[in-house]
Nanobody, 126 residues
Framework: QVQLVESGGGLVQAGGSLRLSCAASGRTFSNYGMGWFRQAPGKEREFVAAINWNAGSTRYSDSVKGRFTISRDNAKNTVYLQMNSLKPEDTAVYYC???????????????????WGQGTQVTVSS
């Protein structure tokens, strides 16, 4: 059994920053791909960022590229999402996900991920 727990969400003004954390328990995720997705009210869940823990490959959606940075600490089995220059359109529930298959490139499709957290709310005010 694998558990993913997100934290660090909250309310922030436009232009501000937040850092989300996702802690994995139950298994060692040092060689697992990790990703962040988000879902705004009335919208489909969308890809945000991903990292391949073996190769250090990272991928970002066009909407967050240059503003968000994904990183990981293998010793802590934790992945982070540093969010800078936040915009109101970034408001969503953010989900952490883990891909148990060892891959060369960070994965974008949600179908590649096997485990999901419960999400953390990020609200960006104008």
């Amino acid at each position: 059994q694998v558990q993913l727990v997100e934290s660090g969400g909250g309310l922030v003004q436009a232009g501000g920053s937040l850092r989300l954390s996702c802690a994995a328990s139950g298994r060692t995720f040092s060689n697992y791909g990790m990703g962040w997705f988000r879902q705004a009210p009335g919208k489909e869940r969308e890809f945000v960022a991903a990292i391949n823990w073996n190769a250090g490959s990272t991928r970002y959606s066009d909407s967050v590229k240059g503003r968000f940075t994904i990183s990981r600490d293998n010793a802590k089995n934790t992945v982070y999402l540093q969010m800078n220059s936040l915009k109101p359109e970034d408001t969503a529930v953010y989900y952490c996900a883990a891909d148990r298959t060892l891959r060369t490139i960070a994965s974008v499709p949600a179908t590649y991920y096997n485990y999901w957290g419960q999400g953390t709310q990020v609200t960006v005010s104008s």
